[in-house]
């Protein structure tokens, strides 16, 4: 169980607070064309702004690999936010993201007041935990907040560096939801626990399909993985996604989840195309007859009611990754019926970031699921079972 101080435990009256945001917005032009980071942000900073801390923002945007680019400035972001929150963040425009503006803009603070530093990764050693940086972000504040998720997965100086130099390092309101449901929920589930995994490729999901093989009562696989285990067990693929290498693999999964008494739900049909386009023929084959030239793109009816079924009878269900190409609109008719049938449970729905977040989103869906995590890759090395240097670096309650 993983116990972390939030910013509900500590009083930051007057305190300098500084604190790791999530601000990797997408920008056009230097507009930003999804904002949805900006107010997921915001519960952690009001709370803090209301009990009177200095609040002192930073946040990588994109990949400037420690080269000022004046495009990926976080300028825009400080004029949305003041916007947002209906009072001043002022822009500390530091190259050096710990500079003149932002020493004197935090030495002149008044309590309740916001300051929101430069671009992180303006510096080179950030992404490398240097200790100069991190000493430097972690000289203009009393107290750190760390409330982005999506690099818990990374150690670097803004999110891990820093917490060695400071005496209480604690986790925003985002941070503790992901805790508690892709950490906490995950390890403790009320049962039934279902957990679907789909994507590409079974080499990517390795580590996930083994920790929660250890966790779950039902798993279910779909997506492109699927039909590594379908031809590992004698069937034929076609031109579909295979990894031979990972047959043997496969088939050992399978053991483990007998063993375990696991129920391990794999497709029973799949729609398959002649080509890798949305206007290809399409055809419904059972799993495991796909012919030369035919590849499968999605799952098929039988298979997505199958899966919805499952879901029904759940407590507490898990989404990572898609059934199906479901960028095509032709192929998205499994990933649709997963998350129509997550929608619609009294199950705690968590969904894993990345792909199947963005297809519950556009769906539709989002407000129906409990909870759908902000981060893609930490999302899924917490599923992973591993430990987060992100959420590590915090003190323990
Ligand atoms: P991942 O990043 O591993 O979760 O994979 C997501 C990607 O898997 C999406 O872009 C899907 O289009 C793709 N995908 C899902 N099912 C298939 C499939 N049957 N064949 C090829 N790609 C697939």
Redesign the pocket.
């Known amino acids: 169980m993983l116990n972390k101080k939030s910013v509900d435990d500590i009083n930051v009256k007057g305190q300098k607070v500084l604190v790791r945001c999530d601000f990797n917005v997408p920008l056009i032009d230097g507009k930003i064309t999804d904002e949805n980071r900006l107010v997921a942000a915001l519960p952690t900073i009001k709370k803090l702004v209301a009990d009177g801390g200095k609040i002192i923002l930073c946040s990588h945007l994109g990949k400037p690999k420690g080269v000022a680019k004046p495009e990926l400035s976080l300028a825009p972001v400080a004029a949305r936010l003041s916007e947002l929150l209906g009072q001043e963040v002022k822009f500390a425009a530091d190259p050096e993201v710990v500079g003149p503006n932002a020493k004197a803009a935090v030495e002149a603070m008044k309590d309740g007041e916001i300051v929101l530093l430069e671009n992180t990764r303006y510096r080179a050693e950030e992404t490398k935990n240097g200790e100069a940086l991190s000493k430097e972000l972690a000289s203009l504040c009393d107290v750190f907040v760390n409330d982005a998720f999506g690099t818990a997965h990374r150690a670097h100086c803004s999110n891990v560096g820093v917490t060695q130099y400071v005496d209480t390092a604690v986790v925003g309101y985002l941070m503790q939801k992901e805790i508690d449901f892709l950490g906490n929920a995950v390890n403790n589930p009320e049962r039934p626990f279902v957990a679907i995994l ?4 079974v080499s ?2 390795i580590s996930v399909i083994e920790n929660l093989l250890e966790k779950v009562d039902t798993l279910i696989i ?6 590594t285990f379908a031809k590992a067990q004698g069937g034929t693929v076609g031109e ?2 295979l990894e031979a290498d990972y047959c043997e693999y496969a088939l050992n999964m399978i053991q483990k989840a007998k063993d375990k008494g696991v129920k391990l739900l794999l497709p029973v049909d ?1 729609v398959i195309a002649d080509e ?1 386009s949305n206007d290809a023929n399409t055809k419904i084959v059972s799993c495991g007859e796909i012919p030369d030239g035919w ?4 799952i098929g009816p039988e298979t997505a009611k199958m899966y919805a079924d499952a879901v029904k009878e759940a407590k507490t269900v898990v989404w ?9 609109p032709n ?1 998205a008719a499994g ?1 649709e019926a997963v998350a129509k049938a997550l929608a619609d449970t009294d199950a705690v729905t968590i969904i894993g970031g ?3 977040a963005a297809a519950v989103n556009q769906l539709g869906y989002g407000d129906k699921m409990t909870h759908i995590s902000t981060g ?1 890759g930490a999302s899924l090395e917490f599923l992973e079972g591993k430990e987060l240097p992100g959420v590590a670096a915090a003190n323990d309650k």
């Open positions: 789909g994507g590409a490729k990517s999901k779909g997506g492109g993985m699927a039909y579909s996604l799949n890798f590849q499968g793109l999605d990572n990754g898609p059934m199906g190409c479901f960028e095509m192929f990933t990345g792909d199947s893609g």
